[in-house]
T-cell receptor
Framework: DSGVTQTPKHLITATGQRVTLRCSPRSGDLSVYWYQQSLDQGLQFLIQYYNGEERAKGNILERFSAQQFPDLHSELNLSSLELGDSALYFC????????????FGPGTRLTVL | TQLLEQSPQFLSIQEGENLTVYCNSSSVFSSLQWYRQEPGEGPVLLVTVVTGGEVKKLKRLTFQFGDARKDSSLHITAAQPGDTGLYLCAVYSGAGSYQLTFGKGTKLSVIP
């Protein structure tokens, strides 16, 4: 158990819909990262938040957005969903130090029908 | 073009065999990490290598960082079914960046 929790574990929805994925980081970790894992693209970095502020942005679509709340939990919002958005979405957290280790949650499997 | 190329993509071996998987790039890195991901779970960090030529051992796993810090290898001795999983290498891309870039991984199956 990494100490990072994600809900829900599975999510099935239809094209055009909007969903919210939730992540609670490890106690004390100020940094949260979101990743998307698909069979063809592998594990890809989407976005990082540090203590409530956006710190780095990767290959995140404009239809996707995230935020980190004062209690440090984070939400990833996916809108106007397309079939190609079906993937595993992981949240990770870490302390921000040199060569830091990121601790990954168990992921949310999103299926868009 | 992938920043990190991992090979082989798939590997299926018998219990007790040895194996080596590779992570290659044309770029130089200040550090490189190896993660293992089991089905239905998130990746878990195995090791971080930071010095060119560095060798680190974790029980039956031996990690090496290339002298030029462009590549790395993972060698497993006497593989066991518990070693089954997806092995990913990853680097922090960009100076001062905390953005991890992953290779596509090597999917290892160890058959009892």
């Amino acid at each position: 158990d990494s100490g990072v929790t994600q809900t829900p574990k599975h999510l099935i929805t239809a094209t055009g819909q909007r969903v919210t994925l939730r992540c609670s980081p490890r106690s004390g970790d100020l940094s949260v990262y979101w990743y998307q894992q698909s069979l063809d693209q592998g594990l890809q970095f989407l976005i990082q938040y540090y203590n409530g502020e956006e710190r780095a942005k990767g290959n995140i679509l404009e239809r996707f957005s995230a935020q980190q709340f004062p209690d440090l939990h984070s939400e990833l919002n996916l809108s106007s969903l397309e079939l190609g958005d079906s993937a595993l979405y992981f949240c990770a957290s870490s302390v921000v130090v040199l060569y830091n280790e990121q601790f990954f949650g168990p992921g949310t499997r999103l299926t868009v029908l | 073009t992938q920043l990190l190329e991992q090979s082989p993509q798939f590997l299926s071996i018998q219990e007790g065999e040895n194996l080596t998987v590779y992570c290659n790039s044309s770029s130089v890195f200040s550090s490189l990490q190896w993660y293992r991901q089991e089905p239905g779970e998130g990746p878990v960090l195995l090791v971080t290598v930071v010095t060119g030529g560095e060798v680190k051992k974790l029980k039956r796993l031996t990690f090496q960082f290339g002298d030029a810090r462009k590549d790395s290898s993972l060698h497993i001795t006497a593989a066991q079914p518990g070693d089954t999983g997806l092995y990913l290498c990853a680097v922090y891309s960009g100076a001062g960046s905390y953005q991890l870039t992953f290779g596509k991984g090597t999917k290892l199956s160890v058959i009892p």
